[in-house]
């Protein structure tokens, strides 16, 4: 990476993590060096992500985590390219602050459409952190299912089956075809066991619900 572009790599963070409207600036920077100069983006989403993954309540990181959601509505594609460190960092998710994981799973969830690797780490994680001691890693868990049932869309015929024992659908996730249906199916599974988690938990499926729904009509019978 050239000096100058080493230089606006360097001057976007600075911005990035000043108050005020000098963030705005180091977002549009970033995003714009993110997006033109690809030799830059492996560093630039190196940077961004250990600032997300160390972020906590006392440095916020928000600003970072919605760069990332910028990224990625702006090109899925886009991120698709650093996959490998978004799995790399993937099991640090649970455990930052609960406002900046929705904006990184806002970020990540569609690239795991592409990237089954990046999809099945992330369904054995959200597992693992839905019975974590800490009560926000199991929200972040929840989230993070729901999310993936909003993009995971289902076809006409699909046919919800709550009976379907966890090796059914590893063996039904190497089907192409019902690549979404078997994602649902697990993700529904997962979901049945969060319900006999705390209020705070329970109330996060309750209310995503309508959501989902919404995004994803056909998992309705």
Same mark, same amino acid.
């Given at each position: 990476?050239g000096l100058?572009y080493?230089g606006?790599?360097k001057?976007g ?15 549009f920077?970033?995003e ?5 100069h ?6 630039v989403?190196t940077?961004l992500?250990?600032r997300?993954v160390?972020?906590?309540?006392l440095?916020?990181?928000t600003l ?7 990224i ?5 594609q ?24 929705r904006?990184?799973l806002r970020a990540?969830?569609p690239?795991? +459409?592409? =990237?089954?690797?990046? *999809?099945?780490?992330? &369904? /054995?994680?959200?597992?693992?952190? !839905?019975?974590?001691?800490n009560?926000d890693?199991r ?5 993070g299912?729901?999310e993936?049932m909003k993009k ?6 699909y ?12 063996v039904?996730?190497?089907?192409t075809d ?7 199916t697990e993700?529904?599974?997962l979901?049945?066991r969060?319900l ?5 938990v +329970?109330? =996060?499926i309750?209310n *995503?619900?309508a959501g &989902? /729904?919404?995004?994803n009509?056909? !998992?309705y019978?």
């Amino acid at each position: 990476m050239g000096l100058c572009y080493r230089g606006t790599h360097k001057l976007g963070f600075i911005l990035l993590d000043c108050p005020g409207s000098e963030s705005d600036v180091g977002v549009f920077i970033l995003e714009e060096c993110y997006k033109w100069h690809v030799h830059c983006r492996s560093s630039v989403m190196t940077d961004l992500l250990h600032r997300i993954v160390t972020s906590s309540p006392l440095t916020s990181g928000t600003l970072h985590s919605l760069l990332l959601v910028r990224i990625s509505r702006r090109s899925v594609q886009l991120l698709l390219s650093q996959s490998n460190k978004l799995k790399d960092n993937l099991s640090n998710v649970p455990m930052i602050p609960l406002k900046n994981a929705r904006c990184v799973l806002r970020a990540i969830v569609p690239v795991m +459409r592409y =990237d089954t690797s990046l *999809r099945d780490a992330a &369904i /054995l994680i959200f597992r693992k952190s !839905l019975f974590s001691k800490n009560p926000d890693s199991r929200r972040i868990a929840v989230f993070g299912l729901t999310e993936m049932m909003k993009k995971f869309k289902v076809g006409e015929n699909y046919s919800q089956s709550s009976q379907l024992s966890c090796s059914q659908v590893q063996v039904h996730l190497m089907v192409t075809d019902d690549i979404n249906e078997a994602v649902c199916t697990e993700i529904v599974l997962l979901l049945k066991r969060g319900l006999t988690q705390q209020g705070s938990v +329970r109330s =996060d499926i309750y209310n *995503r619900l309508a959501g &989902i /729904l919404r995004n994803n009509s056909k !998992l309705y019978p």
